[in-house]
């Protein structure tokens, strides 16, 4: 049987009888939210309703990510677990990024090459069979994995959506894709399972350990790609119009 001695975050799996009863109640974790939520005053924000509306968004999907009996449910599947980091990297920091963008500055190159960088490195890292089982054993490392992957995902957003050349942006969100498509092919394609928090607890919701795990790969794979992807359309087609517009204003 697996050793629950070391308990993750979230708690032990439930049984699917009691997951709607499995909320987080972490008092310091409800303290945290709502102090988070005092950044809607930031100066900032003052008389932007759109950048205002971004960030309470943030906070809505945060506290459906830890709050919420998904925390639990992560505990049990790893396709679930999955989810809950595409929240973070994808939602989260896209939001927050927005609610709070970069301004025009010089290096903006070299920044955005750091920013992905960073953010599929700590992506790849925490998704390592032993770093995840490491994370999940120790509430301090648990947080560092939260706040690395989402901390690494809002600076390369802020970045993306920075003022600069439409193209570069396009392929920063490429790169990103690349990275994040190669994780979950590989995630769906491991011929055993490789996370073994989730090989007792995945058949309790009528899952083999390595269907999970091919589950959580095709999340990784496609739904965790679509913010990316389509602001790299948007870029592409931002650029395309642009060199449509230049050759319409070209004297013949």
Known sequence: MQDWTSVPYCGTPPQPTDLL???????WLILALALAAMGRFHPALAGDNARRRCF?????????????????LSSALFSVRIVHHVLLVSAI????????PAPSRPLA????????LAASAT???????????????????YWLMELTLVGSAVFVWRELQSPGALMRTALGHVALIVSM???????????APLYALHIVAAPIY???PLEDQQLA?????VPAIVPNLLAALLSLDRVVNAAEGGRLASPA
């Open 181 to 191: 498509g190669l994780l979950g092919a590989l995630l769906t394609f491991a011929p």
């Open 109 to 116: 190159g070299a920044r955005l090459v750091l920013g992905v």
């Open 206 to 208: 009528g899952l083999t």
């Open 56 to 72: 309470d968004l943030a906070l809505v999907v945060a506290a459906l990510a830890f709050l919420s009996p998904l925390c639990a």
């Open 93 to 100: 920091a896209p939001l927050l990024a927005a609610a709070f």
């Open 217 to 221: 790969g095709l999340v990784m794979w």
């Open 21 to 27: 009863l499995a909320w987080n109640l972490d008092p």
């Open 123 to 141: 992506l790849w890292f925490w998704h390592a069979p032993a770093a995840y089982a490491a994370a999940l054993s120790d509430d301090h490392l």
